[in-house]
């Protein structure tokens, strides 16, 4: 199933113009009048596209990004953790959009989306809440640190709080006896409802979900002197620590939420790709258009990773690294891996394929390394329980993988039918569970064709190991009957 930040004819949530998703929450389900949706079955799960409509029901209008700037038309996805402190529980979810044309005079405004996400009779739904628009400043990447969205804009990152509640609406009089009153149901007879006729009669509209945004704090995150622009931002799992990686090459570490510059060391000689922090703040994990993958500890430098140690086919420089995330180990405590993505340097009318690595999150050796198709990767997500792994490609594909075995779940093929350019998981807590239905994962995707689409894969049926051994024990025991009668004296 699919999920568009604005909804996709075929595997859509909702569409929207210059959009990233970037927040995910819960709050109760809306009308279903608000969505059309179709569902389609494919390969390893099901896609479901939504046309999202604004609250008056008109369609959102979102369309396609016509860009000069490729690096304008990017998008992001992230999901707006359920401990958020000002987390409602009447909330189903929130996605947070975000995008633009920039500077440029491309007919696309700069700014962020907030959408609700709602399940109604089974059928997932988007509603636009809120725009928020960000001048001339187009967000490249962002990161979602509780109700905080740090955001890549040019030269700065810029954070921005947002909250949303949900606000009471004045009770509305309908017109008295003898006014025409089509939508409204009228006590009929000699007496109103408060025992005088002809009187008001009270209707109560519904509750009405507010987003409020505000400005506040901007760091200068990138120092490059021709077009400056912040590439990835991301904080860390307990919110202390905000990282930037910009074009110049450079990492900034700054705390939060005071913003003080804590240090900022030169990763790389080119421009970043990505960048994550190990969950105990130890490591720093970068990646650059260098062909390298650097752990540093603090600021200095730990290990240079090398993926193809062992895989002499591979020659120097022919691929780099494109995307690296730390994630947890499912009923393994005090495991931890990293995983890395590597994609060719060069494209050729024959592509080779892509790799994604799996390392000990801890000692950096490497554990596992599997292709995953020609097709180039795009961007990378992991599942909060680090069971599960999204790629998206260039091409428009969307792909989840088993973390243990880097084997492939599930696939799209041209799901987007142009760059995939971020992803996201529905958290694995409680508080999803209305949203991901009965479904084992749920996936989140964005691209540059402004559509956000969700993926979903059904529980996999299992028996229980004490069904499958007493079926195995029957087995045998036939087996030896179905000899003795057929041979006496067999046994």
């Given at each position: 199933m699919n999920v568009t930040s604005h909804y996709d004819r075929e595997n859509l949530l909702c569409e929207q113009r210059r959009s990233h998703i970037v927040g995910l929450m819960y709050r109760p389900c809306c009308s279903p009048e608000r969505c059309l949706r179709e569902t389609e079955e494919v390969d390893g799960g099901s896609l479901t596209n939504v046309v999202v409509r604004d609250p008056v029901g008109k369609d959102s209008g979102m369309s396609t990004k016509h860009c000069?700037?490729?690096?304008?038309?990017?998008?992001?996805?992230?999901?707006?953790?359920?401990?958020?402190?000002?987390?409602?529980?009447?909330?189903?979810?929130?996605?947070?959009?975000?995008?633009?044309?920039?500077?440029?005079?491309?007919?696309?405004?700069?700014?962020?989306?907030?959408?609700?996400?709602?399940?109604?009779?089974?059928?997932?739904?988007?509603?636009?809440?809120?725009?928020?628009?960000?001048?001339?400043?187009?967000?490249?990447?962002?990161?979602?640190?509780?109700?905080?969205?740090?955001?890549?804009?040019?030269?700065?990152?810029?954070?921005?709080?947002?909250?949303?509640?949900?606000?009471?609406?004045?009770?509305?009089?309908?017109?008295?006896?003898?006014?025409?009153?089509?939508?409204?149901?009228?006590?009929?007879?000699?007496?109103?409802?408060?025992?005088?006729?002809?009187?008001?009669?009270?209707?109560?509209?519904?509750?009405?979900?507010?987003?409020?945004?505000?400005?506040?704090?901007?760091?200068?995150?990138?120092?490059?002197?021709?077009?400056?622009?912040?590439?990835?931002?991301?904080?860390?799992?307990?919110?202390?620590?905000?990282?930037?990686?910009?074009?110049?090459?450079?990492?900034?570490?700054?705390?939060?939420?005071?913003?003080?510059?804590?240090?900022?060391?030169?990763?790389?000689?080119?421009?970043?790709?990505?960048?994550?922090?190990?969950?105990?703040?130890?490591?720093?994990?970068?990646v650059g258009r260098d062909f390298e993958c650097s752990v540093w500890s603090g600021d200095q430098l730990a290990v240079g990773l090398c993926w193809h140690e062992n895989m002499p086919q591979i020659a120097e420089k022919m691929y780099r690294y494109k995307s690296c995330r730390f994630a947890k180990v499912e009923d393994q405590k005090d495991a931890l891996r990293l995983y890395t993505v590597q994609i060719p340097h060069k494209r050729d009318r024959k592509p080779p394929p892509c790799y994604i690595s799996k390392w000990d999150g801890r000692a950096f050796l490497p554990l596992l390394t599997k292709s995953c198709g020609n097709e180039v990767i795009s961007c990378l997500t992991v599942s909060d329980s680090g069971t599960f792994l999204g790629l998206g490609t260039v091409t428009g594909s969307v792909a989840i993988y088993i973390a243990f075995s880097l084997q492939k779940l599930y696939y799209i093929q041209e799901s987007h039918g142009i760059v995939v350019t971020d992803l996201t998981f529905l958290p694995d807590a409680p508080k999803s569970k209305a949203v991901k239905g009965n479904n084992e994962v749920v996936l989140l995707s964005v691209a540059v064709d402004s559509r956000c689409q969700m993926h979903a894969v059904s529980n996999r049926s299992s028996f229980p190991l004490w069904l499958v051994l007493s079926f195995c024990g029957l087995m045998v025991v036939g087996v030896i009957l179905l000899l003795q009668s057929l041979f006496p004296g067999f046994i």
């Open positions: 000069n700037n490729w690096s304008k038309r990017l998008e992001r996805v992230h999901r707006h953790r359920p401990e958020s402190r000002d987390h409602k529980a009447a909330w189903t979810g929130l996605i947070i959009t975000a995008g633009g044309g920039g500077a440029s005079k491309t007919g696309i405004k700069n700014g962020m989306h907030f959408l609700s996400l709602d399940v109604v009779g089974g059928v997932h739904s988007a509603t636009l809440l809120h725009t928020h628009e960000t001048d001339t400043r187009a967000t490249m990447c962002m990161s979602l640190g509780g109700d905080v969205i740090a955001a890549g804009q040019d030269a700065n990152c810029s954070l921005m709080r947002f909250n949303h509640h949900v606000a009471k609406q004045a009770k509305k009089p309908t017109a008295k006896d003898g006014a025409g009153d089509k939508g409204a149901a009228r006590k009929r007879g000699g007496k109103g409802q408060n025992g005088d006729g002809g009187g008001d009669v009270a209707q109560m509209k519904e509750d009405s979900p507010q987003i409020v945004v505000e400005d506040v704090g901007s760091v200068q995150a990138d120092l490059s002197p021709q077009e400056p622009c912040v590439k990835c931002v991301r904080f860390s799992a307990d919110l202390t620590l905000l990282l930037s990686g910009g074009a110049d090459g450079f990492v900034r570490v700054w705390e939060f939420p005071s913003l003080k510059e804590k240090f900022s060391f030169k990763a790389h000689k080119d421009e970043l790709e990505d960048i994550d922090i190990s969950p105990d703040n130890k490591h720093i994990v970068t």
